[in-house]
């Protein structure tokens, strides 16, 4: 299953890890890619600006800094542009940054997902694929997470958010027969990485002799998922279009799929590790022992998270290859040689 050459697609959120990643993917595979960023400062912007170089001039690429929660600017870009698919990886991320920070998730992920459906609709655009969040699941304990189980109950703004998304492409699906897909990411990892995500974090400060913070005292797992399987995942339901479930019942609704031309599936690692395993797996990539601070577990936080891949098995062949270790010493590999150490 792949993307036919010389399709043209606009991926959001390109200067971000998974963003760059999928480019680099869809550029293999002959694409046409108008990558467009707002390129703001979140965390490093230098990070930003040395992922769009690693893009320059490579063949079908193109570059817009665009906001988009700019809706005239938007409109105006998607009426240039008419795309055949959208990825929408463009977000305001962080659970505990919603915290503090609520206002910047309005923005970015709710209004201007917003002006992306409104783009899709008004363009023709033949599939949606935007990025939701295994955070959604909050305060669900079964596991491992399942695409069909309710997800009411978000404990942070920004899992509230990416539900919201899910519902917003419903409605367009429903109304305007839009197909979308949304993708629930497992705590992604790897070479040009997020420096908020615990494992650059902790890579950064075992490598500067700094002690790292471990919440809940340890007593936490993560589906930790390598990068090049979340690419291989988003770049293969970029291809198969989002159809309807004939047999969907609203007596007995799946929140995973629908009536109409809408679908949501996880992608994971569908192989969750324990906090402290992965610590050590990280000293053992660095050569260094970790110098630990123990701390209570943060508010918008969940013990476990685990996912149930079996729908994107079943629909796309999807299949996580890398074991953690083999991504850690990855991405352990680009973290010296990107930053000379």
């Not at 988009?68 to 409109?75: F, V």
């Not at 291989?232 to 047999?247: C, H, I, K």
């Amino acid at each position: 299953m792949d993307l036919r050459p010389n399709c043209r697609i606009v991926l959001t959120g390109v200067a971000g890890f998974i963003g760059f990643h999928v480019a680099r993917a869809l550029l293999e595979r002959g694409a046409i890619v108008v990558g467009i960023d707002n390129l703001n400062s979140y965390y490093d912007p230098t990070l930003k600006d040395a992922r769009l170089r690693e893009l320059d001039g490579k063949p079908g690429y193109s570059f817009v800094k665009l906001d988009l929660a700019d809706r005239e600017m938007t409109a105006q870009f998607f009426s240039d542009t008419k795309p055949e698919i959208v990825i929408h990886l463009a977000a305001q991320a962080g659970v505990r940054y919603s915290i503090d920070n609520p206002e910047a998730y309005v923005d970015s992920n709710l209004a201007a997902f917003g002006h992306v459906l409104e783009g899709c609709r008004r363009n023709g655009v033949r599939h949606l694929v935007y990025a939701s969040s295994s955070s959604v699941y909050g305060a669900n304990t079964v596991v491992p997470f399942s695409v069909h189980h309710n997800v009411d109950h978000p404990v942070s703004l920004y899992a509230a958010t990416k539900k919201a998304n899910e519902l917003m492409a419903h409605c367009y699906s429903h109304l305007y027969r839009l197909p979308t897909t949304g993708l629930r990411f497992f705590t992604v990892y790897g070479p040009w990485g997020r420096p908020d995500m615990a494992v650059f974090k902790f890579t950064k400060a075992i490598l500067a002799g700094e002690p790292i913070e471990v919440f809940n005292n340890g007593q936490m797992r993560r589906d930790f998922t390598y990068i090049d399987d979340v690419v291989e995942g988003v770049v293969r339901v970029a291809a198969r279009v989002a159809a309807p479930n004939p047999e969907w019942t609203g007596k007995a609704p799946d929140p995973g799929t629908s009536n109409a031309p809408y679908r949501i599936y996880n992608i994971g690692n569908s192989d969750p590790v324990d906090l402290l395993t992965m610590i050590q797996l990280l000293e053992r990539a660095l050569g260094r022992e970790a110098h630990k601070v123990w701390k209570p577990m943060q508010a918008g936080d969940v013990p476990e998270t685990a996912a149930d891949v079996s729908d994107l098995v079943r629909d796309v062949g999807y299949r996580p290859a890398t074991p953690l270790q083999v991504g850690l010493d990855k991405f352990v590999a680009w973290y010296r040689a990107y930053y000379g150490q």
